[in-house]
Nanobody
């Protein structure tokens, strides 16, 4: 079992930047597949970005070129650098990790992930 704790959310004007962090309580999970997801009020949770052990990444089309996922294995921390933020990026952002025995539905499919943080809220004003 792993605990994931997100931080770094806040309110920013359109065009601004934020960096989200996700601290994992168990180091082995950071080295595996991890992802960032978001959920806006009244909408389904959607995948934003994912990263695997070799550093390969995947991004949702609407955030490509603006968001960057990365991780620091030594600090057991996952990051999401968000630049050029838009009002439509407003949502609760969650980080997620897989268990040892997981079923792969897709890099940005929430069903792939077994462990979730409590979320950090991002609001982008126009």
């Amino acid at each position: 079992q792993v605990q994931l704790v997100e931080s770094g959310g806040g309110t920013v004007q359109a065009g601004g930047s934020l960096r989200l962090s996700c601290a994992a309580s168990v180091s082995s999970y950071i080295s595996g597949r991890m992802g960032w997801f978001r959920q806006a009020p009244g909408k389904e949770r959607e995948g934003v970005a994912s990263i695997v052990s070799d550093g390969s990444t995947a991004y949702r089309g609407s955030v490509k070129g603006r968001f960057t996922i990365s991780k620091d294995n030594a600090k057991n921390t996952l990051y999401l650098q968000m630049n050029s933020l838009k009002p439509e990026d407003t949502a609760m952002y969650y980080c997620a990790a897989i268990s040892q025995h997981y079923t792969y539905y897709g890099a940005l499919d929430p069903r792939t992930y077994n462990y979730w943080g409590q979320g950090t809220e991002v609001t982008v004003s126009s």
